[in-house]
């Protein structure tokens, strides 16, 4: 068991640990940190563990796939003891049901803990498969277990069984991989997640449930705990409420907020329209000069102008040089001057030439 | 009571199963749906506020457009009354032909099309006198804010050259573009 879990989590399982007595030689009380001898008036503890010398192991193969007919059949077989017999059913095999039962060698009519555990099982349950261990009782005897594919198997030393390896062999199991030399009194304490996987209905102490008066402590303890869950819940929800209830207010301000802001955006995007709309209709204000700075220098070449005609960026003249030619290419080395060209056929006159000449300006010179 | 009795074992299962299906169950959904809904409203607010977080942005680009909106119903000529503003502007450029000795000789006004509060016309205008002239009335037409509203749209002019020591004569007929923004009355 973990010292490092959460603090609310050591406390549920030492509650759970209360709930829980050991009996060996004598009768102890488990925590997380070993046994202790259980003196005085021991109150009721639903689970009994027993001591491996205690009790009896016997598996029984059941030729039946369906575990309804295998209960059945356990139940034939147990209705007439007069003492607790315990029984754990292993998966299917070669289409045979494996039964354990494990009968107490011991008067436990004293207890009235509703589940009896025997100890081998619980050691077994949160070890892999074919794992074989062993450890020393606290009445000082070796015990060997392990986990089979069929069930947990354990024995005592003594007689032929001399060493684990013997008891492995009998088992058909490898001792070399997976043997382990447990500490009893820190292994005993169960932990939740091993509580969870025990067959718990096959631990039942009958004789305890049918005792007169018997259900009482049972009523007790399930009052407990169902008052218990209850207030979790209720104060869970309650929390869960404010919580809720809290993000939503905080969520209507937000909202709030940002309803603001998408106004702000349609604002933001009216005005985007307005000036799209506008910037169409602004007046380009251009050189109004800059068409006569183009034509001066045909000026500077006697070329007469003698008539123009604009529209947008196209322009049009009407010019007599003494070359229409020369006129052109002083044009074309303007930077200003696109798309040059003559847009008549040149006529000579006398000593000139009269021509039409088309031309765009770069900016949108108007003149 | 002897009956009561024997069913007496049966209560404790009962109450467990009454509250577990009338309290427990439904708190237990209560406080599912409630943890369910509040993710949902962390996501939202999360969203919200990061929206809420470009607020500062916005304002900034709300004022940068309010001020080029400004700037662009400035640059636009505007009046209450379309014939008011013709007659201002007709009054200006006939005003600045005659300082610049420029004889006007025919004048018109031609209505455009119109878009929401604007609406463009244009003043069709020829004139003659000599090139030099022209040429000034054109700088001062450029340069002077009084006709900041109005652009060039075409012109056509046909140059005469009499001697070579006398100015060229200009005959010219311009367009002036000239967009005007309706103002409601108040």
Redesign the interface.
Known sequence: MSSKQHPFLNFLQQSLLNRICYLSDKLYAVSAAGVTELLGKTGYRPLLILARQHYREELVWYPIVKIADVKKLVQLKTMSATSPVLVSYGPVINNQTPVSYFYPQIDLSQFKASFILPETMLLAADRPVGSVFSYQSLAGQTVFSARTPAATVSSLQGGVLKHIEQFAMAHGLNVDDQQQELNLATAIAPSLAVLVKLPWLGLRNKFAATKQGD?RP??RV?SGA?VV??LY??S??QW??Y??EN??Q??QQ??S??N??LT??E??QE??Q??Q???V?????????LL?QVLAPLYENKV?????????QDIRIEIQAPSATDALQILLKQPEVVNARFDSSVRRRGEQDEVSIRFSLKTGV?? | MQQLQMYQKYLLPLAVLLLLKFVLVPLWDAKEENYQQLSSSRYNLEKTRALAGLGEQMQQRKAEMAALVAQAEAAVVSGTALTQVKLDAQSAIDNLLRDQQLNLTNSNWVDGLGEADITTVFYEFSFSGELPNYLKFLQEFSADQAFAGMSLESSRARLSHRSETEPAQIDATLSVRLPVRLETMP
């Not at chain 1, 209709?281 to 000069?289: G, H, M, Q, S, V």
């Not at chain 1, 007469?304 to 947008?312: H, P």
């Open positions: 259900q049972l009523i399930v169902l869950a209850t819940l209720v869970t929800y869960s409420a919580l809720l993000s939503q905080e969520l937000a909202s907020q940002a603001q802001l702000e955006r604002t933001v005005l985007k307005r000036y709309q506008l910037a209709y602004i007046p380009k204000r251009n050189d109004e000069l006569w007469v102008l003698s008539t123009f005609e604009q529209k947008g108007e003149g």
